[in-house]
């Protein structure tokens, strides 16, 4: 008996048929007897396409949050769906590749411990064929810091509740920006950018909630930025 290697008997890429004959000697003496069996294989090749196709529709999904979104906090998270009949991973790609954790057809990962400042990513997907696709890149802003609000002055200090007045105050943000400055006792009114990080409002003390009640108004300020510390 024999073992063949499927591979040295076939060929290891064409089709066809190869017989294998074995001889026997039935008898001694001067006259002998051949004896001869013949094996036939028939051979055939089912060739698999190779898969070139790489993953498509990748889409970002909630809780993404939308591009150029500023945030107060110091993490964001990012969802990633897309279509592939053999999905392998996907990769987070904001300088470095930190690999997402994957769920059939859909990736996500939280990025946490941010600092302050512009993050920048993209998503790699790729199959098992290694075929890879990559997402559009997205911008987050990260921005903790309050706005400072300094230098509060105003153009008379002693006055009726219905007198005019002007009240000019500074603010100031080293992150997104200063989104709106409010005045105020009882009652905020919004001050208006003159520039030079100066904001300035033009009004009367009952506008601004004082009562003629009380002698002693105390104003307060208030600034938030685009991303909302206040």
């Excluded at 009726?160 to 603010?171: E, F, G, L």
């Excluded at 950018?193 to 105390?218: D, E, I, M, R």
Aim: proline letters at 4%.
């Amino acid at each position: 008996s024999e073992t063949w290697t499927c591979g040295v008997f076939f060929g290891s890429s064409a089709t066809g048929a190869l017989a294998k004959v074995e001889l026997s000697r039935s008898s001694t003496g001067s006259a002998s007897t051949l004896t001869t069996d013949a094996l036939f294989f028939n051979v055939s090749y089912t060739e698999v396409p190779a898969d070139e196709t790489p993953p498509s529709s990748l889409s970002f999904v909630s809780p993404t949050l939308a591009d150029g979104t500023n945030l107060s906090r110091t993490y964001y998270e990012v969802n990633l769906t897309f279509t592939e009949t053999n999905p392998n991973n996907c990769l987070f790609d904001d300088g470095s590749n930190t690999s997402m954790t994957r769920v059939g057809s859909s990736c996500f990962i939280n990025r946490t411990s941010q600092s302050d400042g512009t993050k920048t990513y993209r998503v790699f997907v790729n199959d098992t064929a290694s075929n890879i696709a990559v997402s559009a890149t997205r911008t987050v802003v990260i921005d903790t810091t309050k706005p400072a609000v300094t230098s509060p002055v105003s153009n008379v200090s002693t006055l009726s509740v219905s007198t005019n007045i002007q009240i000019n105050v500074t603010a100031t943000d080293s992150g997104t920006g200063v989104n709106t400055v409010l005045v105020g006792n009882t009652t905020n009114q919004t001050m208006s950018s003159v520039g030079s990080n100066l904001y300035q409002l033009n009004t009367t003390p009952s506008n601004l909630g004082c009562s003629a009640s009380n002698p002693t108004c105390l104003l307060r300020f208030y600034a938030n930025d685009t991303a909302n510390n206040l």
